[in-house]
């Protein structure tokens, strides 16, 4: 072949902005929908083990610590099996949401148990909304003797 025939090309795409970014040295703005890795917030946990049930890749795994009476429990995420869908935000009960999803993207490890996420926290314990204050009760006249 010769290089000739290659010439032009070559001229023309020297002098053309390139079609790629310069990562990791420059960064792009995430999507707005972009769901990253899951993680927990321990003191809005309820324990109600939503997200445990409904992770369909099997992820989060939450196990009582202790004492039934301590009520602390140890939730870990799986960012090896998680498929990042996040169900476990969806399907948590709590206000604000305990299970949130972060913006990391660059998780590389080179061994898949780094990738493990614990928490060892005591459950949350919801207060029942106060009930609105009675209206003042009327005075009882009392009866003249």
Same mark, same amino acid.
């Given at each position: 072949m010769r290089i000739a025939?290659f010439?032009?090309?070559l001229?023309r795409?020297?002098f053309?902005k390139? $079609?790629?970014v310069?990562?990791?040295?420059k960064?792009i703005?995430?999507p707005?929908?972009?769901?990253?890795?899951?993680y927990l917030?321990?003191?809005?946990?309820i324990?109600?083990?939503?997200?445990e049930?409904?992770?369909?890749a099997?992820?989060?795994?939450?196990t009582a610590?202790?004492?039934p009476?301590?009520?602390?429990?140890?939730?870990?995420?799986?960012n090896?099996r998680c498929?990042?869908c996040?169900?476990?935000?969806?399907v948590c009960?709590?206000?604000?949401?305990?299970?949130?999803m972060?913006?990391?993207?660059?998780?590389?490890?080179?061994d898949?148990?780094?990738?493990?996420?614990?928490?060892?926290?005591?459950?949350?314990?919801?207060?029942?909304?106060?009930?609105a204050?009675?209206?003042? $009760?009327a005075?009882?006249?009392?009866?003249?003797?």
């Amino acid at each position: 072949m010769r290089i000739a025939a290659f010439l032009p090309e070559l001229l023309r795409h020297l002098f053309k902005k390139p $079609a790629t970014v310069d990562y990791p040295f420059k960064k792009i703005a995430l999507p707005e929908d972009f769901r990253g890795t899951p993680y927990l917030q321990p003191e809005l946990c309820i324990v109600c083990k939503a997200c445990e049930r409904d992770c369909p890749a099997e992820a989060i795994e939450i196990t009582a610590v202790g004492e039934p009476a301590e009520k602390r429990f140890k939730m870990v995420i799986h960012n090896d099996r998680c498929i990042h869908c996040a169900q476990c935000v969806d399907v948590c009960p709590t206000t604000p949401k305990a299970m949130q999803m972060d913006s990391l993207f660059e998780l590389a490890a080179d061994d898949r148990h780094k990738l493990k996420k614990d928490w060892v926290y005591v459950r949350a314990v919801i207060k029942p909304k106060a009930a609105a204050p009675a209206a003042p $009760a009327a005075p009882v006249a009392e009866p003249k003797a």
